[in-house]
């Protein structure tokens, strides 16, 4: 049985469950290019189950690793054919509207080819890292290298810290379960003392 997944991951939990290191590729690859999607959420989430043994780590690792370049290499194609004029169309489909590509775009050119490596780890410029390499004409071996090797660090630590986190996320639910009758009874005392507090400073400005 697959593990709950905490907080805002649990939604993908049906995804995950009914596809698998697919939905992993799939969600990443999507993201990659430029469309909205959870890509790092579903990184997270396939490697809580991975620590929970639901799913291979490596294979997680390596699904994700390939779908991020692939997805990078898509937009820097879109980028480097479509031309501004076609991004400038078009971007604002996937949260890159004009203003925000323009901005994007000075901040790629002054910081060269490691903004490719340290995208990876932003939201927004995430999505938007292979169409503006391929805007700002960037050298396709350069990208590749620098987009490799963010690809790289950027699954090893979410995958990594997620799966240890998924080893023990059985533990971390019976904490929860023991402790939750506590928490919820201490919750209801801070919420009657606020409502008190709140009725009596009214009650002094009304007398």
Known sequence: MAPPLPGPLAHLA??????????????????????PA?????????????GAGRLDVVTVGLT??????????????????GGRAFVRRWGRYVFLPPKRFEAAERFFS????????????VEGLRQANGIIAG?????????????????????????????FAGMRIGAVYDEIRRYQIAVFVALGLLAAALIARHLLRRG????
């Open 64 to 81: 994700a690793f390939v779908a991020a370049v692939v997805g990078d290499n898509i937009g820097y194609l879109v980028g480097r054919y």
């Open 110 to 121: 002054r910081h060269g080819g490691k903004i490719v490596t340290v995208a990876r780890f």
């Open 204 to 207: 002094h400005r009304e007398d």
């Open 38 to 50: 959870p890509g790092e959420a579903i990184l997270i989430a396939a490697g809580v189950y991975a």
């Open 135 to 163: 805007t700002t004409g960037m050298r396709w071996p350069r990208f590749l290298a620098f987009n490799a090797l963010g690809a790289a660090l950027w699954v090893g630590v979410w995958v990594t810290l997620a799966y």
């Open 14 to 35: 049906p995804l995950l469950g009914d596809y698998g290191y697919w939905a992993v590729g799939g969600v990443v690859l999507v993201e990659d290019f430029g469309a």
